[in-house]
């Protein structure tokens, strides 16, 4: 950073020169420049061009930086961005998403986890599922297996899984299994190596990163609506007659 100091050394003289006569020199008119500026503005560069600027293109930025910025506090003081739905959008967006992401700083201990993960076991649930191979054959009675659609393996599937992949009712059809031979959409089927599954609370060390992310997202939550609230309390509401 050494060489970037310098650089703006040398460009907050020429700027105070040129500039001298148009602004007056009270604390309110001072921009202040520091090295975080400096590195956000080179590393702005850096993604647009895959490369650090040079000296010249450094000093370019940061004139240029300069120049919008005292336009800006210009706009400001004539009061440019009262009324201007846009302005107030932004800014409302931007309070919004610095409510939201504090809590995201906040860091639980394993007791705050294993509580939450105990009064949400229901978060934490492995549904009922089944295994199972199948034989398709394209008429009840056929005694010729189509090779092309049997053998596949379904593993651990969910009665929405096997039901968008064979039909409305197929899963319980498996479960009933009331003749050898089952329909679907597509023809008839012999179920082999059915194992079934029952519904059954995953254990909190196999899902402590859901727990974990799941309890951010619920304390950054609970946090955003405890500081609206004290917002809240220091404005009132007036109806104009």
């Given at each position: 950073?050494?060489?970037?100091?310098?650089?703006?050394?040398?460009?907050?003289?020429?700027?105070?020169?040129?500039?001298?006569?148009n602004f007056s020199q009270n604390d309110?008119?001072?921009i202040p420049v520091d090295?975080?500026?400096?590195?956000q503005l080179s590393q702005a560069f850096e993604i647009q061009f895959d490369r650090k600027p040079n000296d010249e293109e450094l000093t370019n930025l940061l004139i240029s930086w300069y120049e919008d910025e005292i336009l800006y506090q210009e706009a400001l003081t004539k009061g440019f961005d009262s009324d201007d739905e846009?302005?107030?959008?932004?800014?409302?967006q931007k309070y919004n998403d610095?409510?939201?992401?504090?809590?995201?700083?906040?860091?639980?201990?394993?007791?705050?986890l294993r509580n939450f993960y105990e009064e949400n076991l229901a978060r934490y649930m492995e549904p009922f599922n089944i295994s199972f191979t199948h034989e398709f054959y394209r008429d009840k009675d056929s005694s010729?297996?189509?090779?092309?659609?049997?053998?596949?393996?379904?593993?651990?599937?969910?009665?929405?899984?096997?039901?968008?992949n064979f039909g409305e009712g197929f899963f319980q059809k498996i479960l009933e299994k009331e003749d050898k031979r089952i329909s679907s959409t597509y023809g008839w089927h012999e179920i082999n190596d059915l194992k079934i599954y029952p519904e059954k609370i995953k254990s909190?060390?196999?899902?402590?990163?859901?727990?974990?992310?799941?309890?951010?997202?619920?304390?950054?939550?609970?946090l955003y609506e405890a500081n609206l609230l004290k917002i809240k309390d220091k404005y009132e509401l007036i109806f104009n007659q």
């Open positions: 950073m050494k060489g970037i100091k310098e650089i703006f050394i040398f460009l907050v003289i020429g700027i105070l020169l040129v500039f001298i006569d309110r008119n001072k090295d975080q500026l400096l590195t846009i302005v107030r959008r932004r800014l409302i610095f409510l939201r992401t504090q809590a995201f700083s906040y860091e639980p201990t394993e007791e705050e010729e297996e189509d090779i092309f659609f049997s053998g596949d393996s379904f593993i651990g599937v969910t009665e929405i899984k096997v039901n968008s909190f060390e196999i899902v402590r990163d859901n727990v974990l992310n799941d309890f951010m997202l619920a304390h950054n939550a609970e």
